[in-house]
């Protein structure tokens, strides 16, 4: 089973600012199957990156993710107020498919 | 666009099984796969399994001896079943459209609680 380990837990930030995620797995993700979602409280996951670096339609350009292998990476270039949520990282290339425990973005 | 809404009773009895039903709207069930995932309270997402319209399934081997799936073509809808519930199976479940293994669509999520 593929372990993600995502950092920071939290990070603390203020709108306008960049916030960088990390997603570790414990062994390479198979074709770099790495998805990147947006979770708010009561809502449904929103996926925003697939395949390591392949933005969904409709996402804004400010997200982007990159890496490969085993270290993967979210970027958020300047965070809006509707940023500010849990980003979870996913991995799709192997069964059973795993998440990473996520990282909270919140208003410093 | 999709849009996936789970049902369920929000109560569940130890031992007892559990049913969840998943209405897809705004597209056909008839193509691709459909998944399930959980998350319990205070912890992460946890992948249950798929399964395609032809009924072929992909279950978490840690749930596969309690897991099944089903899909309904006539009402546009599929389903889950889990047996033997306790306590740690109480979560947010939640359906998905897959691209592929991928979740792309999510439902809203329904709580289901685990309790005597």
């Known amino acids: 089973e593929v372990v993600l380990t995502q950092s920071p837990g939290t990070l603390s930030l203020s709108p306008g600012e960049r916030a960088t995620l990390s997603c570790r797995a414990s062994?390479?993700?198979?074709?770099?199957?790495l998805a990147w979602y947006q979770h708010k409280p009561g809502q449904a996951p929103r996926l925003l990156v697939y395949?390591?670096?392949s933005r969904v339609f409709g996402i804004p350009d400010r997200f982007s993710g990159s890496g490969s292998g085993t270290d993967f990476t979210l970027t958020i270039s300047r965070l809006e107020p509707e940023d500010f949520a849990v980003y979870i990282c996913h991995q799709y290339g192997s069964s059973p498919l795993t998440f990473g425990a996520g990282a909270k973005v919140e208003i410093k | 666009q999709v849009q996936l809404q789970e049902s369920g009773p929000g109560l569940g009895k130890p031992s007892e099984a559990l049913s969840l039903t998943c209405a897809v709207s705004?597209?056909?069930?008839?193509?691709?796969?459909w998944s399930w995932f959980r998350q319990p309270p205070g912890k992460g997402l946890e992948w249950i399994g798929n399964?395609?319209?032809?009924?072929?399934?992909h279950y978490n081997p840690s749930l596969r001896s309690r897991v099944s799936m089903s899909v309904d073509a006539s009402n546009n809808q599929f389903s889950l079943r889990l047996n033997s519930v306790t306590a740690a199976d109480t979560a947010v479940y939640y359906c998905?459209?897959?691209?592929?293994?991928?979740?792309?669509?999510w439902g809203q999520g329904t709580l289901v609680t685990v309790s005597s």
């Open positions: 705004g597209g056909s069930i008839s193509s691709g796969y």
């Open positions: 998905a459209r897959g691209s592929g293994w991928l979740g792309a669509s």
């Open positions: 395949g390591a670096s």
């Open positions: 399964i395609q319209f032809s009924g072929a399934t």
């Open positions: 062994q390479s993700v198979t074709n770099d199957y």
